[in-house]
């Protein structure tokens, strides 16, 4: 009962299988449900080791987050205007914006649950 309080809480988890397979300073764009209905895209990256979601849609003017290598190995980034976000807390790093909202993310084993 309790957990599954914590776990209405804390959002739906999703699990992402293959997830070993992300290279360090790598971010991926994940589809999660049917965009039409609600779904999301989310840039997933592992940074020192651990792994980090973000929302793709850039909280400046809604441009779409790139996945690829990270920005000087630590940052994401959005083509549109070039923001850079810091993928543990959702930041903007060098231009006063909102920060891309955040994901919790639990590693297991090969795979992840995102918290969405
Ligand atoms: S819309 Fe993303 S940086 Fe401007």
Redesign the pocket.
């Known amino acids: 009962m309790l957990s599954k309080l914590f776990g209405f809480l804390r959002g739906k988890g999703v699990l992402v299988q293959g997830v070993d397979k992300l290279p360090e300073g790598q971010a991926r764009i994940l589809s999660l449900g049917d965009p039409l209905a609600g779904g999301k895209q989310i840039v997933l990256c592992r940074l020192e080791g651990k792994l980090y979601a973000v929302d793709r849609i850039?909280?400046?003017?809604?441009?779409r987050?790139n996945e690829g290598p990270l920005v000087d190995g630590k940052y994401y980034v959005?083509?549109?205007?070039?923001?850079k976000f810091d993928p543990k807390t959702g930041e903007s790093i060098d231009i006063g914006?909102k920060a891309a909202k955040t994901y919790k993310v639990e590693a297991k084993g090969k795979d992840c649950e995102i918290f969405v």
């Open positions: 850039c909280p400046h003017e809604g441009g987050i959005c083509p549109l205007h070039s923001y914006c």
